[in-house]
Structures are given as structure tokens and as C-alpha cells.
């Protein structure tokens, strides 16, 4: 895509992730200025976006003259999904990064774009589809280590706009890169929508301090969601939130539940053993809750000494977590682990704990659902849909931070592991599973897209 070129040395002086080649880089571009976390640091990355707009403007209105002049099809639609975040490993990455290809190989014209990090020495391209666009200034994110917040530069972004026009744009993350894309391709005349996948509101409670900051920080959520309607949501829970905090108005919400390549995770990889074994997969991070589990650990096996917990994930809180817990020698780090590997340690374990109220949706559930594992869930956020949408019982929606009805219902569990009731939950739990496949939820969006774009030819027979 794009002034390319095939990589000398693989372009990048950063560890691969495993299942990310780089197959092209960018030609080199003036590496943009890398911040400390700041709260008025984060209204800087916002100024800088505005002067590339500024200072492109000739630019972007000379790109809307050429695609009013483009010809549309509405069985030949283009998207392009952008989020600042795919540079990394998290939920909102991976599921995209598990979307695209799927779209891809079913013939449609959709596209992956995002940031180039700073440990990044160029713009680079992964697996032929993801776009890592050349970084033009970048911020470690509040409260996440090993994050950032990349804002690309604008021009690559045009001539890439130009070379493989688009007829809409889908955001997936409120930052700095998502507004300049967001505006520059509503100034073109691409229809810009966004995807609620982060519960801001929530996380900037949990991570940041000064009350300025979190009153900023919603400000800007509502005027990003409301500017860039409809918005998407993966539950109804977040419909909600939508509503009373971010103030979309309903008829500008759209629910789409998502979905996982189920292909990737099964019973088959379970292995017998006699200890009761308890998982949490995710980022290790306050605002996933861990303290609590911790403290819930520690209650729990005063009574109950012989269960494991195993922890698969990373974190800026992991050193934390090891140092709090370092006396209980039934507790296991894994690291991150993906793949087959990932796969093993869902079928391996007998229930899954996940005590965050801030996952809008929660791969991380249908996962182990898939691998046949019962999970434990709190009712804030989306991954109580998840199990209470099942038409049989794969799992327990458990009172936010109650401590005592969730050390029940640990003991609970252990009671009833290797039970028929058991073994029938483990059944049920892959069958529910089904509900979240790819083929579902990329159906379901496709006609959401035409929908939108060609509203009477999507009510068309085909």
C-alpha cells in the first residue's frame, strides 16, 4: 500500500509479536516528539492533530474534489476500520486483527489502520493488511505501561485515502489519531462513524486523579461519540452509558454483539489433573479489578488452600500483584501466551474469574466458553450478557466487588467440579459459544454498513 518498500532487516528494531510479520515499511519521515504521561500533555497530542489539519487543508479539500467525482457501488463498499491502539496487545487489537482477515477472505474491501508506536523506527505495514501509519507524536498513556497514545502524521493518510478510496471510516478509539482521521474524512466526504469499545468513563474514574481531568476527559467523549454517529455498541449495558453519560441519543446507537475466530479455542486441549484450577486472561491493571481478586484470594483460600489461580497477561500492576501475593505459592504468571498455548491454559483451567466492570464486551468470556469453561463474572459492563443471554447455565453474574457472595461462590464451584452438573456446564458453555462467531458478527455489521450507506438498495432482495 502505498510509498513502501520490502524492509532490509524487518524495519523495526522492536521484538516481534508472535502472528505479526512485517511485510513493507514507509520510507522514513521525522520521528515525532515522545511524551511523559501528562494530563495537559494529553490536550497537546489533541493541538498538534489540529495543526496538521490546519496545515493540510489545501490538501483535503483537493482530495474531496476527486471523490466527488468517484462513482459508488453499493455491492462494492470499502471500509476502513482506524484505532491508535493496534501497536500493542489488547482486546480491542485482537479483535480487530481477527475481523479484518475474515472480511478479506470473504471478498470484501475493508482495510486496517492505525499508529505507528515509538519504538517503531518506521511506518510499517503487518501481514499485508494492517497499516501502522509513520507517528508524528506520541504520549505514554495514563495509568498503562508499555502503551501509548500515536497519532499519525495526516499526509500518508491522504495519499492513501486518494490511492484506495473509502466509503466510510469506522473509529475505534476516541484519540488523538481517531479525531484527525475522523475530521479530515468528514471534510472529504467519507461517512465517519465510531465503535464504543473502551469504557472511558470508567477507566479515567479508576486511573486518573485530579477531578479536572475526568470532567475534560468526558467532555471530549461526548463530543467525539456525538460527531460521530451512529455509534456502535457491543451490549445493552453500554447502550445505557451511551446514553446517560456520553448523551448519543438512542436513535443513534446501534447494538452489534461481536465475535471470535471459535475456531481457535476447544475442549480437546484439556488435560486430566486433580487440583481445581481458576484463570484470569487479560491486562493486569487496577481498573480490570485485580486488588480485588487478589483480596479475594487470600479469603478464599483460607478455607480453601489446594486451588490454583493462574494469571495469563501483562500489566503495569503484575509486579504489584506478585509482591502482594507472594506467600501464596498456588498462584501462577504465565506472561502473555497466545495461539495454541493461550488455547491450553482456557481448556486447562476448570473456571474462569474476570471481576472487571469496564470490558464493554469481553473476548476474553466467549473464549473460555469455547474452551468449555464456566465463568465468573461481575453485573457491571458487558460480559454479563454474555452469560446471562445462554439459554443453559455456563456461568454466574456476581455483585460488583461483593467479596463475600464471590468467595461463596468459589467455594461453590470447587463443590460441584467433576459433577454431571459440572460436566453439563462445561457442554453448555461450548454450545453457547456459537452464538459469537465471526461469520455471525461480520454479517450483521456488513448489512449495518450498507445500510447506512445505500439505505434503499440494503432493503433490497440480493
Given at each position: ?78 471500509i476502513i476500520f482506524y484505532s491508535d491502539n493496534l501497536d500493542e496487545i489488547n482486546g480491542i487489537a485482537n479483535s480487530l486483527r481477527s475481523v479484518v482477515p ?248 476448570d473456571f474462569f474469574l474476570f471481576p472487571s466492570a469496564t470490558d464493554t464486551f469481553g473476548n476474553v468470556i466467549v473464549e473460555s466458553l469455547a474452551s468449555g ?90
Open positions: 500500500m502505498i510509498p513502501h518498500r520490502k524492509p532490509p532487516n524487518g524495519g523495526d528494531t522492536r521484538p516481534q509479536i508472535e502472528g505479526r510479520t512485517i511485510t513493507s515499511v514507509f520510507k522514513p519521515m521525522k520521528q515525532g516528539t515522545h511524551y511523559r504521561p501528562g494530563n495537559v500533555r494529553t490536550t497537546l497530542l489533541l493541538i498538534k492533530m489540529f495543526w496538521q489539519l490546519i496545515s493540510n487543508i489545501p490538501k483535503i479539500l483537493k482530495l474531496r474534489s476527486f471523490y466527488s467525482k468517484q462513482k459508488r457501488n453499493p455491492e462494492d463498499i470499502s475474515y472480511l478479506r477472505a470473504k471478498g470484501k474491501k475493508v482495510q486496517l489502520w492505525g499508529s505507528a508506536f515509538n519504538s517503531r523506527t518506521n511506518g510499517v505495514v503487518e501481514n499485508n493488511y494492517v497499516v501502522l501509519f509513520p507517528r508524528a507524536v506520541s504520549m505514554e498513556q495514563l495509568g498503562y505501561a508499555d502503551s501509548e497514545l500515536a497519532a499519525p502524521y495526516l499526509v500518508p493518510i491522504l495519499k492513501a485515502l486518494k490511492r484506495y478510496p473509502a466509503d466510510l471510516i469506522e473509529l475505534e478509539t476516541p484519540s488523538p489519531g481517531a479525531w484527525l482521521v475522523g475530521i479530515a474524512g468528514k471534510i472529504i466526504g467519507i461517512k465517519v462513524i465510531s465503535h464504543y469499545r473502551t469504557d472511558v468513563p470508567n477507566y479515567t474514574r479508576s486511573l486518573v486523579k485530579e477531578a479536572w481531568m475526568r470532567r475534560y476527559v468526558l467532555w471530549l467523549m461526548r463530543v467525539f461519540y456525538q460527531h460521530t454517529t451512529p455509534v456502535i455498541c457491543p451490549c445493552e449495558a453500554y447502550r445505557k452509558i451511551l446514553e446517560t453519560e456520553i448523551n448519543v441519543k438512542p436513535k443513534f446507537i446501534k447494538v452489534l454483539p461481536r465475535g471470535i475466530p471459535l475456531e481457535n479455542f476447544s475442549p480437546i486441549y484439556r488435560k486430566k489433573k486433580s487440583v481445581i484450577r481458576f484463570l484470569y486472561v487479560g491486562r493486569i491493571s487496577v481498573e480490570k479489578d485485580i486488588p480485588f481478586l487478589e483480596t479475594l484470594w487470600k479469603e478464599f483460600c483460607k478455607e480453601n488452600p489446594n486451588a490454583e489461580l493462574t494469571f495469563v497477561g501483562s500489566g503495569w500492576y503484575l509486579n504489584s500483584l506478585k509482591e502482594n501475593m507472594k506467600e501464596f505459592k498456588n498462584v501462577l504468571y504465565m506472561g502473555l501466551k497466545a495461539g495454541k498455548e493461550l488455547a491450553e491454559h482456557y481448556a486447562n483451567a469453561t464456566p465463568a465468573l463474572v461481575t453485573d457491571k459492563g458487558g460480559p454479563q450478557d454474555i452469560i446471562n443471554n445462554a439459554a443453559e447455565k455456563c456461568g454466574w453474574v456476581l455483585p460488583f466487588k461483593d467479596l463475600e457472595s464471590w468467595k461463596a461462590q468459589l467455594k461453590q464451584c470447587c463443590e460441584m467440579f467433576g459433577t454431571p452438573e459440572y460436566e453439563q456446564m462445561r457442554n453448555s458453555c461450548t454450545e453457547h459459544s456459537k452464538n459469537y462467531t465471526l461469520e455471525k458478527m461480520t454479517t450483521a455489521q456488513w448489512e449495518f454498513f450498507r445500510e447506512l450507506l445505500y439505505p434503499c438498495s440494503a432493503k433490497q432482495p440480493r
